[in-house]
């Protein structure tokens, strides 16, 4: 479901239980002497993400980071370079952030990737032996933001099934109180520089995919200002601007919007309730921007045609600049006091870095470089819909027609990019072509491409991508006996799906943590992905049940055809196990040709040997059944 975008998700540990039906040799590391395949390379080589700069205290940083192939916080002094492995998890840490005096490193605590935990900190600089403190003293939750003031004011959301969402102010030498608690989906963004007014973004309207916007003051808890565009246009808040030179609060939220149809941003003064829109005359829409040290300026990501690529822009004039990579995707950036801009960039032939503007690289990750891979084509496909968006892959100098494995993206609300993926390249590697579509549903094309997959969710996708299949078999790159199906979380979803509504096009199914049965996937997911639920289907399955029923996979099951390999986290709490076992109960039943692989862990991997694991299974499993 959402927020697993890729095919090397979050949170998934190590030691799975053996796989059913998998080849024995699976599992098995290279022999001593002999050389690790390249694929393998990749997933194992050192990964490293944006550092993220405490503001008071701008050299001291915390970032993600591989050591001994399991992601991990780590403190890094950008003026001495020194970085320092702050903890130290079997299945690795991913939530991490630091406070704006840079004193403290805050990090989520799960259990096994189950994603339902307490914030924890520790001194910045400090390693994994150091104890660490749990500050809030709250019961174990599903994060729903934190925001961390200048002052010592701390404001956490939290969900849970029992009551929705909650989120809860901490003030120095206090303990936490009630801010807001609501049924449906809310998060929190930023404090203002005075930690004085917070902002929140909330489905109270009752459409989690399209929130409105709430500023209220963190003492009293009373509402300050309220904005919400309406039904189908969403708003979200990303930052107060930083202090004055004087050193008093800025009033200004910057905040996302989408009223001409696409990613847009505004200028919100929340106190005097006005704002000026930032309208950009550039292709695409935007991800994301961040204030400039000066409140004067944005750095801003722009989504176009599948590459996200960085723009410096006047917020008094709106005019934009564009700075940085001109190719690939640049994944994260943060603007410097100095003026300068970090950035996290790569494409699909060249591995992520860690640059400035001047393409300096700032920070490498431990271990071994990655092998390169190939560079994507693009593909446009007239669909049902609009132009669909491809990307292609293919062996260097090969000769079609190729088996082509067609993977589906997950979220579903995101979009494939021109960046690295050991996951796609591991597929090249083997002599396939792999295309990654950008269905309906997906962001970077507008607002109307996103949102045109509630029209039959999963259905509306499928469409799609069985059109750039089609076209692919047409112009002699894909061999139409050997087309597979593969994703993970809404890809996985989707690959269920395609395998029993479109039966005779697949020849296999590769589905990692799918969404396998849906009205059983509603009742044991986090709440947080309910009220998403019901934002996507206009209800819950007992509201609007033959929506459900329709889009559902195991509606389908019994048109299965080719064989499928599932791969399902025990702990998952989006995808959750029991449905999964609902689903391959049915295929059991009809004695469909499958297989399984599980793991005592949740939606993805942190951890290096897992994510190999699961690439050597699925190869395994395509060479074993692919004609």
């Known amino acids: 479901m959402s927020d697993v975008a890729d095919r090397e998700p979050a949170h998934l540990a190590a030691d799975p239980a053996v796989p059913l039906g998998s080849s024995p040799a699976s599992d098995a590391p290279a022999e001593p002497g002999q050389e690790v395949p390249r694929w393998e390379q990749r997933f194992r080589a050192g990964r490293i993400g944006l550092p993220e700069w405490a503001e008071l205290a701008p050299q001291r940083t915390v970032v993600e980071a591989t050591v001994g192939g399991v992601l991990e916080a780590h403190c890094w002094d950008a003026a001495t370079g020194e970085l320092t492995q702050a903890t130290s998890r079997p299945e690795g840490t991913s939530h991490v952030t630091i406070d704006p005096a840079g004193e403290w490193v805050w990090w989520f605590d799960d259990t096994a990737g189950d994603e339902h935990g307490v914030w924890r900190r520790q001194p910045w600089g400090t390693g994994p032996q150091i104890p660490t403190e749990d500050p809030l003293g709250l019961l174990p939750a599903y994060s729903a933001g934190l925001a961390l003031g200048r002052t010592g004011v701390v404001v956490v959301g939290r969900n849970d099934d029992e009551y929705g969402t909650r989120i809860e102010v901490l003030v120095p030498g206090g303990s936490p109180g009630l801010l807001y608690e609501h049924r449906e989906d809310a998060w929190v963004a930023d404090l203002s520089a005075d930690d004085a007014l917070v902002a929140i973004a909330h489905s109270e309207h009752g459409d989690s995919r399209h929130h409105a916007l709430r500023v209220l003051r963190v003492e009293g808890a009373g509402t300050v200002a309220e904005k919400w565009d309406g039904p189908g246009k969403g708003l979200n808040p990303l930052a107060f601007a930083p202090a004055r030179p004087d050193g008093s609060a800025d009033p200004r939220l910057l905040v996302l919007h989408e009223r001409r149809g696409r990613g847009e941003l505004l200028v919100w003064d929340v106190l005097a309730d006005t704002e000026q829109e930032v309208r950009l005359e550039v292709p695409g829409e935007v991800a994301a921007a961040e204030w400039t040290h000066d409140g004067r300026g944005l750095v801003v990501l722009v989504d176009h045609d599948a590459r996200t690529l960085l723009h410096r822009v006047d917020v008094g004039t709106g005019a934009a600049e564009p700075i940085g990579p001109t190719e690939g995707s640049v994944w994260a950036a943060t603007a410097r006091p100095d003026g300068d801009v970090w950035l996290a960039w790569s494409s699909a032939a060249q591995p992520t870095a860690v640059r400035n503007l001047a393409g300096e690289v700032l920070l490498r990750p431990t271990g071994a470089v990655a092998p390169p891979s190939v560079p994507v084509e693009d593909v446009w496909v007239d669909g049902e819909g609009g132009r669909i968006h491809a990307l292609l892959r293919r062996p260097e100098g090969a000769v079609g027609p190729l088996p082509l494995v ?117 009742e044991d997911e986090m709440e947080g992905l309910k009220s998403f639920d019901r934002s996507l289907f206009g209800g819950s399955p007992a509201d609007v049940p033959e929506k459900y029923r329709d889009s559902s996979p195991l509606t389908y099951v019994g048109a299965v055809r080719a064989p499928v390999l599932v791969l399902a986290g025990e702990n998952d709490p989006r995808c959750p196990i029991r449905q999964i076992e609902n689903y391959l109960e049915a295929l059991r039943a009809r004695g469909a040709a499958h297989e399984v692989y599980r793991y005592d862990a949740g939606h993805g991997s942190l951890v290096d040997d897992e994510r190999v694991r699961q690439m050597r299974v699925e190869l395994d499993f395509v060479r074993r059944h692919l004609p």
Do not use: K, M
């Open 406 to 522: 067609v993977e589906a993206h997950g979220g579903p609300t995101h979009h494939d990019t021109d960046s690295f993926r050991a996951y796609a390249a591991a597929w090249v590697d083997a002599g396939c072509a792999v295309v990654q579509v950008n269905y309906r549903g997906s962001t970077g094309y507008g607002s109307a491409w996103r949102d045109a997959l509630e029209q039959r969710v999963g259905h509306t996708e499928l469409a799609d991508i069985a059109a750039v299949a089609d076209h692919l078999v047409a112009t002699g790159v894909a061999d139409p006996e050997r087309l597979v199906l593969a994703g993970a979380s809404w890809g996985g979803y989707l690959t269920l799906l395609g395998l029993g509504t479109q039966p005779e096009r697949w020849a296999l199914g590769l589905a990692g943590v799918p969404v396998a049965d849906y009205v059983a996937a509603y």
